[in-house]
């Protein structure tokens, strides 16, 4: 067989995992640290199933469906969960007041560098406190990852970030305009409500290339993903704050500017890290803002998924809260210099 149609070696090669095995001990000495510092700060621990009747209302989350059969032999639809967000909640309603959970989460369409079919998720939960909070843990947890591997700076590739050094703090509207000379509050109303077309009129006028599809929300990403995050997370952390409502499902509203959220990314190396929220918990909005994501969600891919009424009820009742989920992954990734996900994965899921 010639050099050209030679296959690299499998991950459970001898040889592979030998070369491997240095970061994925790294990974359990983070793992043990994360819990250490969780533990310390009074969260409980707590496993929520990863089999739910629905997995998400986000237009551009896409989920891995199954059939759940009954003794009496009938099937129900069931899903993986892409977040274990909704039984926390439920659990926060139910009377928890500081939890955290560290477990599998499945995303379907999504494999890269830095994204994997099934990854690991650090989510966690405060009762009656802001988000300022969560981000502070955020920050804190970035630090221990570096402390336990022993650098002094994250590392993605040719991009650094001392975590040790003050975060960058921004708000997206500020962002857009920094990096990409774009007004984000003049594309919408007093309300919030975006416009696409006029979003694009300004993407136009600084040659900015616009799709045929001119939706606020996809222009918004294609902004956000080429022009505003290859400049974050550079030198030190940064904390993007304040986003668009219409970016936040699940977020409550800013008390200063009803057009914005207070839903927060941490970046480091131009890497998104977390993203968490001061929580909605307002039932009636909730349902409003799903029901406008299944309906994009249905345009853009031809598909929906269900409401999980349980959910929505649970919501009514739960307190105040900020909440934040990290990549597990992605932090070991950033404190060891790997440079592919799959490099920090014990098992990575066959292609």
């Known amino acids: 067989m010639s050099s050209f149609e ?5 991950w459970w090669a001898p040889e592979v995992h030998l070369d491997r095995r240095p970061i994925l001990l790294a990974r359990g000495r983070i793992e043990a640290r994360m819990r250490d510092y969780l533990g310390e700060n009074d969260f409980l621990m707590v496993d929520p199933p990863g089999l739910q009747r629905s997995p998400g209302n986000e237009t551009h989350l896409h989920a891995f469906g199954t059939v759940m059969i009954g003794n009496d032999g009938e099937g129900q639809a069931m899903y993986l969960h892409t977040s274990p967000e909704f039984t926390m909640k439920k659990l926060l309603a139910a009377g928890e007041r500081r939890i955290a959970s560290l477990q599998h989460v499945w995303r379907n369409r999504e494999r890269s560098a830095l994204h994997h ?5 650090l989510e966690w939960y405060r009762v009656g406190e802001p988000y300022d909070a969560v981000i502070a843990d955020c920050v804190a947890l970035l630090r221990v990852a570096a402390e336990t591997t022993g650098v002094k700076a994250l590392r993605f590739r040719d991009r650094e970030c001392d975590p040790f050094i003050e975060p960058e703090r921004i708000g997206v509207v500020e962002a857009f305009m920094r990096h990409a000379g774009i007004d984000l509050l003049a594309s919408m109303d007093e309300e919030g409500v975006p416009d696409g077309e006029k979003l694009a009129e300004q993407m136009l006028a600084l040659d900015m290339a616009v799709p045929e599809d001119r939706s606020w929300s996809y222009l918004f990403s294609l902004v956000l ?7 974050l997370g550079m030198g030190r952390i940064t904390v993007l704050d304040r986003y668009p409502a219409a970016e936040a499902a699940l977020a409550r509203r800013t008390a200063d500017d009803r057009r914005l959220a ?8 131009g890497v998104e890290m977390a993203n968490g929220f001061g929580e909605l918990t307002d039932a009636d909005e909730q349902r409003r803002r799903f029901a406008a994501e299944m309906n994009e969600k249905q345009r853009i891919y031809g598909e929906r ?10 919501l009514a009742m739960m307190p105040a809260a900020s909440g934040v989920a990290l990549g597990f992954d992605r932090l ?3 404190a060891t210099g ?14």
Do not use: Q
């Not at 790997?338 to 292609?351: F, S």
């Open 117 to 121: 079919p099934e990854f690991t998720m």
């Open 305 to 314: 998924y269900p409401l999980d009424e349980d959910f929505l009820a649970a």
């Open 338 to 351: 790997a440079p592919r996900i799959e490099a920090v994965l014990w098992a990575p899921v066959a292609e």
């Open 6 to 10: 030679t296959k690299p070696s499998p």
């Open 262 to 269: 207070e839903r927060f990314e941490l970046y480091a190396c």
């Open 332 to 334: 070991v990734m950033l």
């Open 225 to 231: 993903t080429d022009k505003v995050e290859p400049n």
